[in-house]
């Protein structure tokens, strides 16, 4: 499974599966606005919820307009992300290598890459059950972290863990682990390779290509 679209899924399965934590996301039940979007787990809920809210709405348009999706997942889901933090610890010491004009273009890149995979998992899941932790805070100020369990029938249920940190009172998602796969480190690792094979500018086309196709 691509780690990126894994890294997806608990929000996903919100979406058409059955939640089983304290204050769960249910249809019909509670609302996003109900939810405490002031800590990092109930953001994530919150988050879920509106996605649910959004798809049970428009769920043939966006299943036959791809463009409104990704904008769907643009306007729902990335406002929750960190991407410039996200940006810089993939990129590593090559963001400091690089020109203000590269890590802009590296940042948009990296995210469009995320609108079009998220998009496209979210209507490839199903019947699936989720269980969210209550939030850990973190050793540092600021941060924290949001794990969840993930059952599939017949198989083995996948361990998921969010990391966040409050950047202006707001928690934002910076990494995401998947089965004990950081989605940044796993990132960081590929992209190290590349450049070190093509260069910095190749990569940031080849994103830039590949979001754009």
């Known amino acids: 499974m691509h780690l990126l679209r894994a890294a997806c899924i608990p929000l996903l399965l919100l979406c058409h599966a059955p939640v089983m934590a304290e204050a769960a996301v249910t249809p019909g039940k509670t609302g996003a606005a109900a939810l405490d979007i002031n800590s990092p787990d109930g953001l994530i809920r919150a988050v879920a919820q509106k996605l649910l809210d959004r798809i049970k709405a428009d769920r043939k348009v966006l299943i036959n ?49 995320l609108v079009k995979t998220y998009g496209n998992a979210l209507l490839q899941y199903s019947n699936e059950t989720i269980t969210f932790r209550p939030a850990q805070l973190g ?13 599939s029938a017949g198989a083995a249920p996948v361990p998921m863990e969010y990391r966040m940190r409050k950047l ?22 590929t992209y190290a390779a590349e450049i070190q094979r093509d260069g910095l500018e190749s990569l940031i086309k080849k994103l830039e290509q590949q979001t754009t196709g």
């Open 139 to 151: 050793s540092k100020p600021g941060r924290a972290s949001v794990a969840s369990l993930i059952q």
């Open 65 to 113: 307009n791809p463009d409104k999706l990704f904008a769907m997942v643009d306007e729902v889901v990335l406002p929750h992300f960190d991407f410039p933090l996200m940006a810089r610890l993939v990129l590593g010491e090559q963001w400091t290598a690089a020109n203000d004009k590269q890590q802009q273009r590296f940042l948009e890149g990296f995210k469009s890459l």
């Open 168 to 189: 202006d009172d707001q928690w934002l998602i910076y990494d995401v682990v998947v089965d004990g796969i950081s989605l940044v480190t796993n990132y960081r690792g």
